[in-house]
């Protein structure tokens, strides 16, 4: 998961930003020259919508700096020396629009509390807080009034990416559990003569290659530009990623016998990873949600 996560991250960066590479300050630009935005503390922005995160900010335009304060917790990846901030407020409307801004993370104000992970990975989780944090005037990523737009725009890539993590992490535990089969004998027989062994097996490869023609799939439906498709898609490709992901875990570990829990053969410590594409970066119930109303059509039902 966590390399999806960056990918994530950088996906978001760069849909927005082409590059995401330093060239993004010559693209970012604020709306109107001069006018900067001051968040503060107030009570007075929540959402009416029970399901978004509450803003505890407000907005006002004045000159020269951007201040942010008072946002969730809020997991994010500071990327090298910087990552994405997103405001939720609309000064318009009292309610929640996302804004997404560059925020260095040595700002004063901005504190990134490393959050300890079951998963092991060569990156770290962190909990941000953001209090009354002073940006530079170009800190604002694209538009202001497009925030969701931006965000959504690194939705779909950031679900094609993370089912690709998950469908590699699959493949390498089939590949371990099939390997062993092969080589472990019990009375005289590889364990993998038995339907028993055999059969979970074939069935992680068949659901494997399943979920990677379906990330396959979004991929070609992002890059052909349909987006409504591609997020059908790519949501469908996340989750049976996630599924196939899981289930080859599980079954690597069984296939290994008491070996599977050993740090020897390293296959127990794929079922966390495994288990985190269920989760993030969307759940599996969300995108069951998803598909429930935009796929079937029935009642938005959260
Ligand atoms: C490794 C990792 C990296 C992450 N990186 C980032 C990041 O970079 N940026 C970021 O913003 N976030 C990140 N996240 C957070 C991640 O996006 C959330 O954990 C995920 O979206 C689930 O949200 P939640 O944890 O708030 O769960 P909740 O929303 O609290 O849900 C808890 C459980 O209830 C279920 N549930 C909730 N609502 C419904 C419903 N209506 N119907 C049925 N079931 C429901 C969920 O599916 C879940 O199983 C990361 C998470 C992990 C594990």
Excluded at 42 to 51: F, L
Excluded at 121 to 134: G, N
Excluded at 255 to 283: D, F, M
Aim: charged content about 30%.
């Amino acid at each position: 998961m966590a390399l999806g996560v960056v990918v994530a991250e950088r996906e978001i960066e760069g849909g927005v930003v082409p590059g995401g590479d330093g060239a993004e300050d010559e693209r970012r630009r604020p709306r109107q020259s001069g006018d900067d935005l001051v968040r503060d503390h107030g009570d007075d922005d929540q959402g009416d919508d029970e399901n978004e995160e509450k803003p505890v900010e407000k907005a006002r335009r004045v000159r020269s700096t951007r201040r942010l304060s008072g946002f969730p917790d809020l997991p994010v990846l500071p990327v090298e020396d910087r990552t994405i901030g997103r405001a939720f407020t609309d000064e318009k409307t009292g309610k929640l629009k996302p804004c997404l801004f560059v925020v260095p993370t040595d700002a004063e104000g901005f504190e990134a509390k490393s959050i300890p992970m079951e998963i092991v990975s060569p990156e770290l989780q962190f909990q941000v807080f953001i209090d009354d944090v002073r940006l530079p005037a170009d800190a604002l990523v694209g538009d202001e009034d497009a925030g969701l737009v931006q965000l959504f725009a690194g939705l779909n890539p950031e679900r094609i990416m993370a089912a690709s993590f998950s469908t590699g992490l699959a493949r390498y535990a089939l590949d371990k559990a099939t390997a062993y089969v092969k080589e472990r004998e019990v009375w005289g027989t590889p364990i993998g003569a038995h339907q028993g062994l055999a059969h979970p097996l074939a069935q992680s490869k068949i659901e494997i290659e399943l979920a990677r023609l379906m990330t396959q799939k979004a991929s070609a439906l992002y890059e052909a530009g349909d987006d409504m498709a591609a997020g059908e898609a790519a949501n469908m490709a996340k989750y049976a990623a996630a599924e196939a992901a899981c289930d080859a875990a599980d079954r690597a570990v069984q296939a290994h016998g008491g070996n599977g829990i050993t740090q020897e053969y390293g296959v127990a410590g794929l079922l966390v990873a495994a288990r985190a594409g269920r989760i993030a970066p969307v759940s599996r119930e969300m995108i069951l949600n998803f598909v429930g109303m935009h796929s079937l059509g029935l009642p938005k039902s959260y």
